[in-house]
């Protein structure tokens, strides 16, 4: 049985201790990370691709054009596509976006999207709904899809009841503790979040907290584990894991 690890994490943009945020990554050591608030401004991609250096991963997709959301692998992750995909917008909001690939993980096959949302309801609901349709239109039907990121929305709204259509709420499912991921100076809120296809099951969510995390951003990281289906050797194709 494979154990997936993915991290979720907004980092600011980087401008807070970059030596912590490196340090925070290398440690938890997923073997995939969707990143919200990558830099996006002048000599973005060279800063997007420090960033996964000093994680000791590679960069697989997004960046300006996803609305600065990326996919970060470990050596180990096989990628099969990628894909940016940009949201509608709305006149003085923030352009925003999605970063997706499908990935391999011990041949298990599995699709991954990272967002950061609006601050305002009626565009994350409208995002969400285009981010349904372009996963339904481009990514492998075989393909479990986990959905995640900085959701700027509070579990029981509507945003976080459309999140719900991309399968189970990790933490809610198997986490402990109020889950709070921002700020980190003072938690007090939920709205970061990873949601999965029912083929994949949460094993483990939690929230982490560290010296390092403190100066690294402004948001606490979010690490699910799922397990991945096994995959049948003759057809390619996985096999549940429910039942276990």
């Keep these: 049985m494979t154990v997936l690890r993915v991290l979720s994490y907004n980092v600011r943009s980087m401008r807070d201790d970059v030596d ?16 919200q608030e990558a830099p996006r401004f002048l000599r973005w991609r060279s800063k997007c691709a420090a960033l996964a250096r000093r994680a000791g991963m590679v960069g697989v997709t997004g960046g300006r054009a996803s609305g600065a959301n990326l996919v970060l692998s470990s050596l180990a992750v096989e990628v099969t596509s990628r894909h940016e995909l940009g949201f509608t917008t709305d006149r003085r909001l923030h352009h925003r976006g999605c970063a997706l690939a499908v990935l391999k993980l ?13 601050l305002i309801e009626a565009p994350r609901l409208r995002h969400l709904d285009e981010l349904a349709e372009f996963a339904e239109r481009n990514l492998a039907d075989n393909a479990p899809l986990i959905v995640g990121g900085d959701l700027n929305a509070a579990p029981g709204s509507a945003t976080w009841q459309r999140m719900l259509r991309f399968g189970a709420d990790a933490f809610a499912a198997v986490g402990s503790g109020d889950g709070f991921t921002y700020s980190t100076a003072d ?12 083929r994949l099951r949460p094993v483990k969510a939690e929230v982490l907290d560290s010296a390092d995390i403190r100066i690294a951003s402004d948001h606490r990281p979010l690490v699910v584990e799922y397990l991945l289906p096994d995959v049948d050797t003759e057809t390619g194709n996985g096999v549940g894991v429910g039942a276990l």
């Design 106 to 118: 011990a041949g298990s096959p599995f699709a991954i999207a990272g967002t950061h949302l609006d």
């Design 20 to 35: 912590a945020l490196g340090r925070v990554m290398r440690e938890i050591a997923p073997d995939v990370a969707i990143i």
């Design 187 to 198: 938690p007090v809120r939920r709205i970061d979040g990873v949601f999965a296809d029912p």
